[in-house]
């Protein structure tokens, strides 16, 4: 992968004029190669990763759905996951091989939401033959991120 | 009580300059002389299981034979090295180790050994420690800090030294050799009557080409004491673990002593190590991340007028402060006090270099930034 991307996928939000320093290239090409990337979708959104269990009043529930599905004539899973994804509800959406097919992480602000989203929307679909709820007890890493505390640097400030 | 062999071995003025540093808690240091990264965690992790194994016992005087065999296999592969693990190969605590043996093992008092400079701290310590003379063999920034092969022999000529330290990539200055440099100094050396000690263990961290061990140049060998570990390829600092690879004859040397002094490197971390030289990995990510910080803080610290030569390996710079006619401990201490900003003053290298800083970018890049605008600022106000 490109340096470019590498940075930011790491950091989104690093200034132009210190990326295009850390490449050495130029300010101007950085942007344009940027924006090329937005083009084509190699970037797609600059996000922020957020520890909800540190904020004290927005609490929410995540949970991972296992979902089975019946494929349609030549569409496959594509047109029932595209029925799935495109609710609000679903954080993320993958297709897998093994027991199942789908894979979905929801988000809800209490196990009541998430319940009502499986029992009134997903499970209702025709396609759907069946579905196994896990609910998230705690977050350890997420995107590549630790989110638990870790410990600071423990060098000596000088050494040779 | 204190002999006077480690009485005269000096301890400047630096020391005082460290403690100051130490008593400040947010000071932003470049001082630091080893990675900023922990170790990688499948090392920690093979340790941590080691331990629940119940490895805690010595190990031969020689080290585990497994890790012996790891290493032997790493330099046939990397350099086309052939290294017996059975009697040319010793596992020692850190390359510091090594160092003292390899110099206790050939030294007889008066010995001379050149030591390139400027070098790092350790070693015109543990020559005069070990009763031997140091020969310095002062390097200059406009040669790029590279050993002047016309220098170097009459060095030879004059004094006929029975050893010659070398260290590449350089610890304070970054700099290393190519393949043909190399060859162009194994060409003074070779038919001289020493020992050459190749110190090389910032192997792994290594900008452009590939790191050539001394080694491995035709011929050389047998004159050879590799000297290596994984305090800085793999952030083990701590681990205190290298080794040592050279002729029989001196290797079994340095394994009596060994032997005697400290019996063997810890287990557990002998066990790391033989996990480390699967982390490559690991290794690469983190050479990578020392590559785009050096990229930015040379190009900055050239824009602001510390003039530094590009460093290909290691990762440090060492950058020439002359122009602001301030000594380097006075430079230092005025960074430190105005800006919060540790840097290791040029003359820890050696005493002709007053006129440099040495500034370790084992940092991460949210701090490099900073104190580039903090010592920028400094500077104007000079």
């Known amino acids: ?160 | 009580m204190v002999s006077k062999r480690v009485k005269k071995v000096s301890h400047s003025g630096i020391r005082a300059f460290f403690d100051l540093v130490l008593g400040m808690p947010e000071v932003i240091s470049l001082g630091v002389g080893e990675p900023d990264f922990v170790t990688p965690w499948r090392v920690r992790e093979k340790a941590i299981t080691s331990l629940e194994e119940g490895f805690t016992s010595y190990t031969s005087n020689k080290g585990l034979k497994v890790l012996r065999e790891d290493i032997a296999y790493h330099l046939k592969k990397k350099y086309a090295l052939r290294y017996s693990p059975e009697d040319e190969i010793l596992i020692t605590t850190g390359v510091s180790e090594g160092l003292d043996l390899a110099l206790r093992a050939i030294l007889d008092p008066k010995d001379k050994v050149i030591v390139v400079s400027p070098h790092y701290v350790a070693y015109p310590a543990l020559v005069e420690l070990n009763l031997g003379e140091v020969l310095f063999l002062q390097t200059r920034e406009k040669e790029g800090f590279k050993i002047n092969t016309k220098k170097l022999e009459q060095l030879l000529v004059k004094y006929k030294p029975k050893a010659m330290i070398l260290n590449y990539p350089s610890n304070p200055t970054g700099i290393t050799y190519t393949e043909n440099e190399l060859k162009k100094l194994w060409r003074v050396l070779s038919d001289k009557e020493m020992l050459i000690i190749s110190d090389e263990i910032y192997e792994d961290i290594f900008y452009k080409e590939s790191h050539v061990c001394f080694a491995s140049l035709k011929g050389a060998k047998k004159k050879v004491v590799l000297l290596n570990g994984f305090s800085k390829g793999c952030a083990m600092t701590g681990f205190r673990i290298g080794y040592a690879c050279g002729p029989k004859e001196i290797i079994e040397a340095m394994m009596k002593i060994h032997s005697f002094g400290m019996l063997c490197a810890p287990i557990i971390s002998q066990i790391a190590a033989s996990e480390a030289l699967k982390a490559k990995k690991e290794i690469n990510l983190m050479v990578k991340e020392y590559k785009l910080r050096r990229d930015f803080i040379v190009k900055e610290l050239n824009r602001i007028g510390l003039h530094t030569v590009m460093p290909e390996g290691a990762f440090y710079c060492f950058s020439c402060i002359e122009k602001f006619k301030l000594g380097d401990l006075d430079f230092a201490k005025a960074l430190l006090l105005q800006e919060n900003v540790a840097v290791i003053p040029g003359s820890a290298f050696g005493i002709s270099y007053g006129g440099f800083i040495r500034i370790s970018y084992a940092n991460t890049l949210e701090n490099l930034k900073e104190a580039v605008v903090r010592i920028e600022r400094f500077l104007k106000n000079l």
């Open chain 1, 1 to 160: 992968m490109d340096d470019i991307l590498e940075i930011l996928e790491n950091n989104a939000r690093i200034e132009i004029e210190h990326l295009a320093k850390l490449t050495r290239k130029r300010g101007e090409e950085v942007k344009k190669m940027i924006k090329n990337y937005e083009k084509r979708g190699v970037i797609v959104k600059y996000k922020t990763v957020i520890n909800k269990s540190r904020l004290r009043d927005e609490r929410s529930v995540f949970a991972l759905i296992e979902v089975r599905v019946t494929p349609q004539k030549d569409v496959g899973f594509d047109s029932i996951a595209q029925r799935i994804y495109r609710f609000p509800e679903v954080r993320s959406c993958y297709l897998l091989s093994g027991t199942y097919d789908l894979l979905l992480f929801l988000e809800g602000k209490d196990i009541q939401e998430i319940a009502n989203f499986v029992s009134e929307k997903l499970a209702p679909l025709s396609s759907v033959k069946g579905t196994t709820s896990h609910f998230m007890l705690k977050k350890y890493k997420e995107d590549g991120v630790i989110l638990v505390k870790d410990g600071k640097n423990k060098r000596l400030a000088v050494t040779y």
